[in-house]
């Protein structure tokens, strides 16, 4: 059960990390290409972005990897065999 929460949490971080990172470039993408970034009458809106973007992404991503990294490791933990499983909860508290 530890492994599991591990898991989870390690992936949830990792996506705490790589959110923002890619909201940042995505950022510094649009203000390299969008012609109205830097321009006199921008009052900073671009640069703004620079910040807003990477903390408005942050927990959705850490979210988001946590559930993925649960659905991983919930699928490693399947049985190998689903009817066996099954039987042996039907059987459940009967003796054999």
Known sequence: MGELI???????????LLGPLFALLFVIGLMIFDPVCGSPG?????AMGLVTAPI???LPSFVLGA?????RELWR????????A??????????E
């Open 77 to 84: 933990r399947r049985p190998a065999d689903p009817r066996a």
């Open 42 to 46: 921008d009052s900073g809106g671009c």
């Open 67 to 71: 559930a993925i990294g649960l659905a």
């Open 6 to 16: 591990w898991g989870t949490i390690r992936t949830g971080l990792w996506g705490l």
């Open 86 to 95: 099954i039987r042996r909860l039907r059987n459940l508290g009967r003796e």
């Open 56 to 58: 408005a992404i942050a």
